[in-house]
C-alpha cells in the first residue's frame, strides 16, 4: 500500500481544486443554461423523443464536435496564457469566431465570452490589460481562469467539458422532456466518456482541430425559427 501511494500522482491543492469545481458549475452567471446547442431543433425534427436518443446525441455532438473543436481551444488557450502568448491568444479566438456555422452559435460564444470576462474582474485586477479590445469567446474566456490555477490543461479540460455536459443534461431534461433520472443516467454516461474525449482533444494541433458539423449546423439555423422553444440556441 505504501508503494501504491508512493506512485500516485500529487493531488492538485485544493484552491485549485475548488476553483476548476466553480469554473464548471452551472450556477456560474454565464448564461450557458439558457442554450441547449442544437438539441431543442433535434428534438422537434429529429426525432430526440426517448432518453436513449437524448444520450446518443449529446455523447456524438461531444466527441465529434466539442472533441475536434472547442475543447482543443481550450487546451492550447491555457498553455497560451500562461506563456503570455498575446498574439496566440488572439488566433485561437479568432479561429472560434470564424468557426461557428449558425448566428445562434456564434452569439453563444459572444454572449459567454462577454459574460465569462465581467465575472473574472470580480477575481483578477489585470482583466482590462488582458482582454481590452479583444471580443473574448467562452472558451478563451474559461481558459484563462483555469490558466490562474495549479491544474494541469488536462484537469482544466475535464472541467470545462464537465460544465458543458451538466448543461446539455440540463438542457436534454428540460426540452424532451426527461424526469431527473434519466438526467442523472445521461450525466453519468458522459462522465465516463469525457476522459478519452479530453484525451483526443489535447493531442490535437491547429491543422487538425475542425468544427465541421453540418446537420448540427442546419438544426440550429432551424432553431432560429423554431415556432416554440424554451433555450438560446
Known amino acids: 500500500m505504501p508503494d501504491a501511494l508512493a506512485a500516485a500522482p500529487a493531488a492538485l491543492p485544493a484552491a485549485s481544486l475548488l476553483q476548476l469545481i466553480w469554473l464548471a458549475s452551472p450556477a456560474l452567471p454565464i448564461g450557458g443554461f439558457s442554450y441547449s446547442e442544437g438539441l431543442e431543433a433535434g428534438v422537434e425534427w429529429a426525432g430526440l423523443a426517448t432518453e436513449a436518443r437524448a444520450s446518443d446525441w449529446i455523447v456524438d455532438q461531444l466527441h465529434l464536435s466539442l472533441a475536434r473543436g472547442d475543447l482543443p481551444v481550450v487546451a492550447q488557450a491555457i498553455a497560451a496564457w500562461r506563456a503570455h502568448d498575446a498574439d496566440r491568444i488572439r488566433m485561437l479566438n479568432a479561429w472560434v469566431l470564424q468557426t461557428r456555422e449558425s448566428a445562434e452559435f456564434l452569439l453563444q460564444s459572444e454572449q459567454m465570452g462577454r459574460s465569462f470576462v ?36 488536462r484537469d482544466g479540460c475535464l472541467a470545462f467539458t464537465f460544465g458543458w455536459a451538466e448543461n446539455m443534461t440540463g438542457a436534454a431534461v428540460k426540452c424532451v422532456p426527461l424526469g431527473q433520472s434519466a438526467g442523472q443516467r445521461i450525466l453519468g454516461r458522459l462522465a465516463r466518456e469525457i476522459p478519452q474525449a479530453v484525451d483526443q482533444a489535447i493531442t490535437l494541433t491547429d491543422d487538425d482541430r475542425q468544427a465541421f458539423s453540418p446537420m448540427l449546423a442546419v438544426y440550429s439555423a432551424r432553431h432560429e425559427a423554431q415556432y416554440s422553444r424554451l433555450f438560446r440556441s
Open 118 to 153: 465581467e465575472w473574472l474582474k470580480l477575481h483578477h485586477d489585470d482583466i482590462a490589460s488582458n482582454f481590452g479590445g479583444l471580443p473574448v469567446t467562452y472558451p478563451v474566456a474559461f481558459a484563462f481562469a483555469a490558466s490562474r490555477t495549479d491544474a494541469t490543461v
